[in-house]
């Protein structure tokens, strides 16, 4: 056996070596929107902000910040510091002075930075998020080598890091970043093949054909509907008591991935989702796209429906103006934002766009209003629905018939049962059975509806309660949030006057050229879906107290360039993964983690730990169960019945699927609100009740515990093992050598090293010698360790 | 109060050794690392003061805001929805009206009504304790305890339907996606045993309450803060036994083996904190296989002891063993036990829509000796001044009847009780009221964090929870979709004072 260094050893000397550095402070220029606007919305808005303003003193504008007060102070004076109370206030140890009252004192650079600013003159800018969008120009930010050769991206990053003196990143090993792209894109691992001619092309082109194969590929679209499916709230249930399944809600999955597979313009797929009813020609998929609509929760028993009606409403609200224009309206629900310029009157003039939406039910779900039987041929969706209601009146009116004629029965005894009653009992049920039969071969998606042309007001809600009283004051019409000055909405009914037109006219604006947020925001979550972390790390809060971008010219190039590619993204998605920035090393350098350590300046690719999904999926794959399949109603992974009994009716709402199809991809997996497969909610599945922007990543014992000892780990490893043996040679005719040697070649995709195989022949040697551990299964144990290492979990 | 955890062990330009290792990976990675990091490795590193905000580990120890009466608290949950005009809050005059049709408004699964038939409470009230306090022959021996118990008659819920009103009471909304009172708690106070976690959840025998897992979700916050399940029979921590065919020993050599590669890994990526966190959780992982085996033998315990809990009956046996395990819990630094009695739906919990006597009884009968013992356990070895116990359900039942027939009594969420006990709680008190009928809560007045209405809103209670544990409650607060969360809503909410001790 190789020497082998003691772990605590190993991990001390790497310790020693990245953090025997002095403590140094870089300064750089207090910038309004970085280090200013965040900090007074975070810090001073609550009491001196938008919605109040404590002693008459508001922050939010440069007016009301530097007028003067009832007092007689200035809080903020241009360019004299010591005339400015803020900053006596910020830094007075007498608590019935000090500022802010309540929470941390501000940090010596912020208030360094507030010293700075108000020193410079104090000037106030619009901000960034709604400035409108225009296309930086890349020459003036590149460095060194000439513009024309160096990809836009890395123009700007090797701005950023110039400006920091950060020496540009070396790039990654070719195994690392292959497998890293792979994973990126797809959400699976590499081939050992792909890994092998990756290596060994030396062709220029090299990278750029591995990067358009991985954008072809079909798994891309399942990766990356991945992320939409955690914005929108994606669920196959409805939570509450119930927790009843949402019928066809799958079709709004698949449609996501063969949106992303096609790369459907992102504006098509805006108003698709938004309004696929309304739009003048209506599709099966455009349909299926306002599924949207119904993947929230929503309790069938509420205790005060008409609260509940605005809940529901409020739930498309926030997840609507989250997901497509990073801003937190929906903390105007109850009064004006707290922090950013959103009135309370913007919230409602919004909901106004989706007034006229019907609930999902009452008490069961209305098939009139949710279900959309999918035309077939030459069928308008408008007759197809025709259809299906006629049978569904048909179906009720049977079901009628046999609730009457059974009640019929129990009321006059046996004497009522006589061959008539029978014969009359035997063919309706015949007929509800056909029918039924029918409904369910029925393709039909989960949509919205609206209730007609004409919407019901909508009225400003004191303190957010519905059953506040209104007034013609409060009325509000449909209308885009006041700070972005847009137009007033032109809103017409479309011809089939089944809806009012209001989504529809959201839609095109929240696409429209006048809005400059979509884009931003677009741009942003692609950064953030390849490089672990937006450009603003809030990326579904682009509002004052979000995080700035860290490459506002960055951002908005990428924003123009979307625009410019026509809204598609797989071109934007070509250019970054083409960059420096993106095949840069993971590897450290202790000066710059000294000066960057959140690596604010990508001086380095941050590595990261695989999602839920690509985990439970690299095990499948890596045991040989995968199963590629695509498309479909879910599937259900075997939950140990000790989780089947936290039901109140245990198994409910969970089936059971073969082998074949429990190993298909994750994201296919059926999310039931109360009841998460226990691998994917270890591993920080979004929670999917609200729109979730940004995964956890925690790390806790019981995730270890479920790697080593869960039901899964332990049958997929023996899978594994029984793999590994038939691959080395046949499981008698394998030496064990070649067995280890070939585990660590499927698990890692990577040649294995020497001490590592006499590391796992140690290992083996042990288990089998000292613990009495059958050969057999010391394979199947060796492929488990293999399944937890942390190489296998990380991505550099 | 134990805080030692919190207190710096070594210091890097004013940060302690853990803030620095969180803050140095500036990821949210999720545990303690002081298995395998202890001793004094760190004592002679020194580490570049960036400016950058630390990011602790979540479930660290830490401070609370202010001294706190509480360190842990047990959370009886009564599921189903117990009715308080049967139980705690005397109605003398609600007897002679039974079978009386009877003018009062009322909510419930039925909807609204304005007069029904008047269902007199089915068991006779007799005074307990120095206090004097009512208490129906349902709890004999809780009874017994009512010095030390402080009941709120006047607690009022927004929903009186079981899905709403559970999140409700578990989580302070009634729309599903928020986190529960337990990982408010853990969240804000951290845990003070790295075995164990720091927020358990028990279950009936009959099985979980509807709505499930949401019922001890985390919501918006990771799933650090979410309750682990414990289980009295078979494998108390689900994945926490290996397989028989995984001996300890073979699991052990092979984490020494993934240890080793693991830090071999670690070698060239050693500014990577999550990884340090995933190597050290295997052994937290362990560590939690070893301890939490021993925090659940019951063996351990005298035959006096278990047979004061009850587990000497089949009848209580099983609620008993609940209790007796809460209690070994807290005093293993684990904070918020939720112990449920009631599961799944209809009779198999407190929900008596129809026949109350029966349904009454039986669940009282499983869980009068139990409580009772657990409460006479805690105050023998002086942890109940540090535990808080609280007993209560979703929402309480109604002074009429729910059908023509029977003695069933429909959801109220207008006005129930709930009780709580030790942990800095006065004993022997009993606070606000309900009306002649216990139909609504009448009293106190407004101001009581339930806007203008009369009674102690849910909100109330938990305020006064993270009160008592050292927690304000208008500032324990977690950023979320653009908003500082918190467990009582935006508007302010004070503790219950008159509980206070």
Same mark, same amino acid.
């Not at chain 1, 990245?18 to 808005?45: E, M």
């Not at chain 1, 629900?333 to 019907?358: E, G, V």
């Not at chain 2, 830490?62 to 842990?72: E, Y």
């Given at each position: 056996?190789?020497?082998?260094?003691?772990?605590?050893? !190993?991990?001390?000397?790497?310790?020693?070596?990245?953090?025997?550095?002095?403590?140094?402070?870089?300064?750089?220029?207090?910038?309004?929107?970085?280090?200013?606007?965040?900090?007074?919305?975070?810090?001073?808005?609550?009491?001196?902000?938008?919605?109040?303003?404590?002693?008459?003193?508001?922050?939010?504008?440069?007016?009301?910040?530097? $007028?003067?007060?009832?007092?007689?102070?200035?809080?903020?004076?241009?360019?004299?510091?010591? *005339?400015?109370?803020?900053?006596?206030?910020?830094?007075?140890?007498?608590?019935?002075?000090?500022?802010?009252?309540?929470?941390?004192?501000?940090?010596?650079?912020?208030?360094?930075?507030?010293?700075?600013?108000?020193?410079?003159?104090?000037?106030?800018?619009?901000?960034?998020?709604?400035?409108?969008?225009?296309?930086?120009?890349?020459?003036?930010?590149?460095?060194?080598?000439?513009?024309?050769?160096?990809?836009?991206?890395?123009?700007?990053?090797?701005?950023?890091?110039?400006?920091?003196?950060?020496?540009?990143?070396?790039?990654?090993?070719?195994?690392?970043?292959?497998?890293?792209?792979?994973?990126?894109?797809?959400?699976?691992?590499?081939?050992?093949?792909?890994?092998?001619?990756?290596?060994?092309?030396?062709?220029?082109? *090299?990278?750029?054909?591995?990067?358009?194969?991985?954008?072809?590929?079909?798994?891309?679209?399942?990766?990356?509907?991945?992320?939409?499916?955690?914005?929108?709230?994606?669920?196959?249930?409805?939570?509450?008591?119930?927790?009843?399944?949402?019928?066809?809600?799958?079709?709004?999955?698949?449609?996501?991935?063969?949106?992303?597979?096609?790369?459907?313009?992102?504006?098509?797929?805006?108003?698709?989702?938004?309004?696929?009813?309304?739009?003048?020609?209506?599709?099966?998929?455009?349909?299926?796209?306002?599924?949207?609509?119904?993947?929230?929760?929503?309790?069938?028993?509420?205790?005060?429906?008409?609260?509940?009606?605005?809940?529901?409403?409020?739930?498309?609200?926030?997840?609507? *103006?989250?997901?497509?224009? *990073?801003?937190?309206?929906?903390?105007?629900?109850?009064?004006?934002?707290?922090?950013?310029?959103?009135?309370?009157?913007?919230?409602?003039?919004?909901?106004?766009?989706?007034?006229?939406?019907?609930?999902?039910?009452?008490?069961?779900?209305?098939?009139?209003?949710?279900?959309?039987? &999918?035309?077939?041929?030459?069928?308008?969706?408008?007759?197809?629905?025709?259809?299906?209601?006629?049978?569904?009146?048909?179906?009720?009116?049977?079901?009628?018939?046999?609730?009457?004629?059974?009640?019929?029965?129990?009321?006059?005894?046996?004497?009522?049962?006589?061959?008539?009653?029978?014969?009359?009992?035997?063919?309706?049920?015949?007929?509800?059975?056909?029918?039924?039969?029918?409904?369910?071969?029925?393709?039909?998606?989960?949509?919205?509806?609206?209730?007609?042309?004409?919407?019901?007001?909508?009225?400003?809600?004191?303190?957010?309660?519905?059953?506040?009283?209104?007034?013609?004051?409060?009325?509000?019409?449909?209308?885009?949030?006041?700070?972005?000055?847009?137009?007033?909405?032109?809103?017409?009914?479309?011809?089939?006057?089944?809806?009012?037109?209001?989504?529809?006219?959201?839609?095109?604006?929240?696409?429209?050229?006048?809005?400059?947020?979509?884009?931003?925001?677009?741009?942003?979550?692609?950064?953030?879906?390849?490089?672990?972390?937006?450009?603003?790390?809030?990326?579904?809060?682009?509002?004052? $107290?979000?995080?700035?971008?860290?490459?506002?010219?960055? &951002?908005?190039?990428?924003?123009?360039?979307?625009?410019?590619?026509?809204?598609?993204?797989?071109?934007?998605?070509?250019?970054?993964?083409?960059?420096?920035?993106?095949? $840069?090393?993971?590897?450290?350098?202790?000066?710059?983690?000294?000066?960057?350590?959140?690596?604010?300046?990508?001086?380095?690719?941050?590595?990261?730990?695989?999602?839920?999904?690509?985990?439970?999926?690299?095990?499948?794959?890596?045991?040989?169960?995968?199963?590629?399949?695509?498309?479909?109603?879910?599937?259900?992974?075997?939950?140990?019945?000790?989780?089947?009994?936290?039901?109140?009716?245990?198994?409910?709402?969970?089936?059971?699927?073969?082998?074949?199809?429990?190993?298909?991809?994750?994201?296919?997996?059926?999310?039931?609100?109360?009841?998460?497969?226990?691998?994917?909610?270890?591993?920080?599945?979004?929670?999917?009740?609200?729109?979730?922007?940004?995964?956890?990543?925690?790390?806790?014992?019981?995730?270890?515990?479920?790697?080593?000892?869960?039901?899964?780990?332990?049958?997929?490893?023996?899978?594994?093992?029984?793999?590994? !043996?038939?691959?080395?040679?046949?499981?008698?005719?394998?030496?064990?050598?070649?067995?280890?040697?070939?585990?660590?070649?499927?698990?890692?995709?990577?040649?294995?090293?020497?001490?590592?195989?006499?590391?796992?022949?140690?290992?083996?040697?042990?288990?089998?010698?000292?613990?009495?551990?059958?050969?057999?299964?010391?394979?199947?144990?060796?492929?488990?360790?293999?399944?937890?290492?942390?190489?296998?979990?990380?991505?550099? | 109060?134990?805080? =030692?955890?919190?207190?710096?062990?070594?210091?890097?330009?004013?940060?302690?050794?853990?803030?620095?290792?969180?803050?140095?990976?500036?990821?949210?990675?999720?545990?303690?690392?002081?298995?395998?990091?202890?001793?004094?490795?760190?004592?002679?590193?020194?580490?570049?003061?960036?400016?950058?905000?630390?990011?602790?580990?979540?479930?660290?120890?830490?401070?609370?805001?202010?001294?706190?009466?509480?360190?842990?608290?047990?959370?009886?949950?009564?599921?189903?929805?117990?009715?308080?005009?049967?139980?705690?809050?005397?109605?003398?005059? /609600?007897?002679?009206?039974?079978?009386?049709?009877?003018?009062?408004?009322?909510?419930?699964?039925?909807?609204?009504?304005?007069?029904?038939?008047?269902? @007199?409470?089915?068991?006779?009230?007799?005074?307990?304790?120095?206090?004097?306090?009512?208490?129906?022959?349902?709890?004999?021996?809780? #009874?017994?305890?009512?010095?030390?118990?402080?009941?709120?008659?006047?607690?009022?819920?927004?929903?009186?339907?079981?899905?709403?009103?559970?999140?409700?009471?578990?989580?302070?909304?009634?729309?599903?996606?928020?986190?529960?009172?337990?990982?408010?708690?853990?969240?804000?106070?951290?845990?003070?045993?790295?075995?164990?976690?720091?927020?358990?959840?028990?279950?009936?025998?009959?099985?979980?309450?509807?709505?499930?897992?949401?019922?001890?979700?985390?919501?918006?916050?990771?799933?650090?803060?979410?309750?682990?399940?414990?289980?009295?029979?078979?494998?108390?921590?689900?994945?926490?036994?290996?397989?028989?065919?995984?001996?300890?020993?073979?699991?052990?050599?092979?984490? =020494?083996? /993934?240890?080793?590669? =693991?830090?071999?890994?670690?070698?060239?990526?050693?500014?990577?904190?999550?990884?340090?966190?995933?190597?050290?959780?295997?052994?937290?992982?362990?560590?939690?296989?070893?301890?939490?085996?021993?925090?659940?033998?019951?063996?351990?315990?005298?035959?006096?002891?278990?047979? /004061?809990?009850?587990?000497?009956?089949?009848?209580?046996?099983?609620?008993?063993?609940?209790?007796?395990?809460?209690?070994?819990?807290?005093?293993? #630094?684990?904070?918020?036990?939720?112990?449920?009695?009631?599961?799944?739906?209809?009779?198999?919990?407190?929900?008596?829509?129809?026949? /109350?006597?029966?349904?009454?009884?039986?669940?009282?009968?499983?869980?009068?000796?139990?409580?009772?013992?657990?409460?006479?356990?805690?105050?023998?070895?002086?942890?109940?001044?540090?535990?808080?116990?609280?007993?209560?359900?979703?929402?309480?039942?109604?002074?009429?009847?729910?059908?023509?027939?029977?003695?069933?009594?429909?959801?109220?969420?207008?006005?129930?009780?709930?009780?709580?006990?030790?942990?800095?709680?006065?004993?022997?008190?009993?606070?606000?009221?309900?009306?002649?009928?216990?139909?609504?809560?009448?009293?106190?007045?407004?101001?009581?964090?339930? @806007?203008?209405?009369?009674?102690?809103?849910?909100?109330?209670?938990?305020?006064?929870?993270?009160?008592?544990?050292?927690?304000?409650?208008?500032?324990?607060?977690?950023?979320?979709?653009?908003?500082?969360?918190?467990?009582?809503?935006?508007?302010?909410?004070?503790?219950?004072?008159?509980?206070?001790?």
């Amino acid at each position: 056996m190789a020497q082998h260094i003691s772990p605590t050893a !190993a991990f001390g000397a790497a310790l020693a070596v990245f953090f025997s550095l002095s403590c140094s402070l870089q300064v750089i220029a207090a910038d309004f929107s970085r280090d200013i606007q965040p900090l007074l919305a975070k810090r001073c808005f609550a009491c001196h902000g938008p919605d109040t303003q404590e002693a008459g003193l508001r922050f939010d504008t440069a007016a009301s910040a530097t $007028a003067e007060l009832d007092s007689g102070y200035q809080a903020i004076v241009p360019g004299d510091v010591d *005339a400015s109370e803020i900053l006596s206030r910020v830094t007075s140890s007498d608590l019935d002075l000090q500022m802010p009252p309540e929470g941390a004192r501000l940090t010596a650079d912020e208030v360094s930075a507030l010293r700075g600013w108000i020193d410079d003159g104090a000037q106030w800018k619009e901000h960034w998020a709604f400035r409108s969008l225009v296309r930086p120009n890349v020459q003036e930010h590149s460095v060194g080598s000439s513009a024309g050769e160096i990809n836009p991206i890395d123009v700007f990053i090797q701005a950023g890091l110039a400006e920091h003196s950060l020496p540009v990143p070396p790039k990654a090993d070719r195994r690392a970043l292959l497998r890293r792209a792979t994973y990126n894109v797809t959400g699976l691992p590499p081939s050992e093949q792909e890994v092998q001619d990756f290596v060994a092309d030396t062709s220029p082109h *090299a990278w750029e054909q591995v990067v358009d194969r991985l954008l072809a590929s079909p798994h891309y679209g399942e990766q990356w509907a991945r992320h939409w499916l955690d914005l929108v709230r994606y669920a196959d249930t409805n939570s509450y008591e119930r927790d009843g399944n949402k019928p066809h809600s799958w079709r709004y999955r698949d449609y996501v991935i063969r949106s992303f597979n096609d790369d459907k313009p992102f504006d098509d797929f805006v108003i698709e989702q938004l309004a696929g009813d309304e739009i003048p020609e209506p599709t099966a998929e455009s349909l299926i796209a306002t599924g949207y609509y119904r993947l929230g929760i929503w309790d069938d028993e509420p205790a005060d429906k008409l609260q509940h009606r605005y809940d529901q409403l409020d739930d498309v609200v926030a997840t609507t *103006a989250k997901t497509f224009l *990073a801003m937190t309206v929906d903390c105007a629900r109850c009064h004006d934002h707290k922090i950013d310029p959103i009135l309370q009157r913007d919230y409602y003039s919004l909901l106004a766009f989706f007034q006229n939406i019907t609930p999902m039910g009452d008490r069961q779900m209305n098939p009139d209003f949710i279900e959309q039987p &999918l035309p077939k041929g030459e069928m308008t969706p408008a007759e197809a629905k025709d259809i299906a209601r006629d049978r569904n009146r048909r179906l009720q009116e049977a079901r009628g018939e046999v609730k009457a004629i059974k009640q019929r029965i129990k009321e006059h005894g046996e004497q009522a049962r006589d061959e008539l009653t029978k014969k009359d009992l035997k063919a309706w049920h015949e007929k509800v059975r056909q029918l039924e039969q029918e409904k369910a071969q029925m393709a039909a998606a989960l949509v919205v509806t609206e209730y007609g042309t004409t919407a019901p007001d909508t009225f400003v809600l004191y303190r957010g309660n519905p059953h506040a009283e209104t007034s013609p004051e409060l009325l509000v019409e449909p209308a885009f949030p006041s700070v972005l000055k847009a137009a007033t909405p032109t809103i017409e009914p479309p011809e089939n006057g089944r809806s009012t037109g209001r989504r529809l006219a959201l839609a095109k604006w929240i696409v429209s050229a006048e809005n400059p947020l979509t884009a931003r925001v677009l741009a942003n979550r692609i950064w953030q879906y390849h490089f672990g972390r937006g450009i603003v790390r809030s990326p579904s809060n682009f509002g004052f $107290a979000g995080d700035p971008p860290t490459h506002p010219e960055l &951002l908005d190039w990428m924003a123009t360039e979307l625009l410019r590619q026509g809204w598609q993204l797989k071109g934007l998605q070509k250019t970054i993964l083409m960059s420096a920035a993106y095949q $840069a090393a993971s590897t450290p350098n202790q000066e710059a983690y000294a000066q960057d350590s959140r690596n604010e300046s990508f001086w380095r690719f941050d590595m990261r730990r695989l999602s839920a999904e690509e985990l439970r999926d690299s095990v499948h794959i890596v045991s040989g169960a995968f199963n590629p399949k695509m498309f479909g109603p879910g599937t259900f992974p075997s939950i140990p019945k000790e989780v089947l009994a936290t039901q109140s009716k245990p198994g409910q709402g969970w089936g059971n699927s073969s082998p074949e199809e429990q190993a298909r991809r994750s994201v296919y997996v059926h999310v039931k609100r109360s009841l998460i497969t226990p691998i994917l909610a270890d591993f920080d599945l979004a929670d999917t009740d609200t729109t979730c922007p940004v995964r956890f990543v925690t790390t806790q014992p019981t995730q270890a515990l479920g790697m080593m000892n869960s039901e899964f780990m332990q049958q997929q490893s023996k899978v594994f093992a029984q793999r590994i !043996a038939g691959e080395a040679g046949g499981p008698d005719m394998a030496d064990t050598k070649s067995c280890v040697r070939r585990a660590i070649e499927v698990a890692l995709v990577r040649e294995p090293t020497d001490d590592e195989v006499q590391h796992g022949l140690a290992l083996i040697n042990e288990l089998e010698t000292t613990e009495g551990i059958s050969p057999g299964r010391s394979l199947e144990l060796y492929c488990l360790f293999l399944l937890n290492l942390n190489e296998f979990a990380y991505l550099d | 109060m134990s805080t =030692n955890d919190s207190k710096p062990r070594g210091s890097f330009c004013g940060n302690t050794r853990r803030e620095f290792f969180w803050e140095a990976g500036g990821s949210f990675a999720g545990l303690a690392l002081s298995g395998l990091l202890d001793g004094n490795f760190f004592a002679n590193q020194t580490h570049a003061a960036d400016g950058v905000t630390g990011y602790q580990n979540p479930l660290a120890a830490k401070l609370p805001m202010f001294a706190p009466k509480a360190k842990s608290v047990i959370f009886l949950f009564m599921y189903g929805g117990p009715s308080h005009v049967d139980t705690f809050d005397y109605k003398p005059a /609600l007897y002679p009206l039974d079978g009386k049709i009877i003018k009062v408004k009322t909510k419930g699964r039925g909807g609204e009504r304005s007069e029904s038939r008047a269902v @007199g409470p089915k068991w006779k009230f007799k005074q307990y304790g120095e206090c004097g306090k009512w208490v129906s022959d349902l709890f004999p021996h809780i #009874g017994q305890h009512v010095d030390d118990i402080a009941f709120i008659h006047s607690m009022t819920a927004d929903s009186p339907i079981h899905g709403s009103a559970m999140l409700q009471m578990n989580s302070g909304k009634i729309q599903s996606g928020a986190p529960c009172l337990g990982s408010w708690v853990n969240y804000g106070l951290g845990s003070v045993n790295e075995n164990l976690p720091g927020f358990m959840v028990m279950l009936d025998k009959k099985g979980g309450p509807i709505s499930g897992a949401k019922n001890w979700a985390s919501g918006y916050m990771p799933a650090t803060y979410q309750a682990t399940l414990l289980r009295s029979q078979g494998d108390p921590i689900l994945n926490l036994a290996p397989p028989d065919d995984m001996p300890l020993a073979a699991q052990r050599a092979l984490l =020494n083996s /993934l240890q080793q590669s =693991n830090s071999e890994h670690f070698l060239s990526r050693g500014d990577n904190s999550e990884l340090a966190a995933r190597i050290a959780s295997y052994e937290l992982a362990w560590r939690m296989q070893e301890h939490a085996p021993e925090a659940v033998d019951l063996s351990q315990e005298t035959v006096e002891t278990k047979k /004061l809990y009850g587990l000497d009956q089949d009848r209580t046996s099983h609620f008993g063993r609940q209790c007796l395990l809460a209690r070994r819990m807290v005093e293993r #630094g684990v904070r918020f036990v939720q112990v449920y009695s009631g599961g799944a739906h209809n009779d198999d919990n407190w929900d008596a829509h129809g026949d /109350l006597e029966k349904n009454h009884a039986f669940h009282a009968g499983n869980t009068d000796r139990p409580i009772a013992g657990l409460l006479a356990d805690l105050k023998r070895s002086g942890l109940l001044d540090e535990t808080l116990v609280i007993w209560g359900g979703e929402f309480g039942r109604q002074p009429t009847a729910e059908y023509a027939k029977g003695t069933g009594r429909d959801h109220n969420s207008f006005g129930f009780t709930m009780w709580m006990a030790g942990g800095g709680v006065k004993g022997g008190i009993s606070v606000g009221e309900t009306d002649e009928l216990g139909a609504a809560a009448i009293a106190p007045g407004p101001g009581h964090g339930n @806007g203008e209405k009369a009674g102690y809103h849910v909100k109330s209670l938990h305020a006064t929870v993270l009160h008592l544990l050292g927690l304000d409650p208008n500032r324990l607060s977690y950023f979320f979709g653009g908003l500082d969360q918190k467990l009582v809503g935006v508007e302010h909410v004070q503790p219950i004072k008159e509980l206070l001790g």
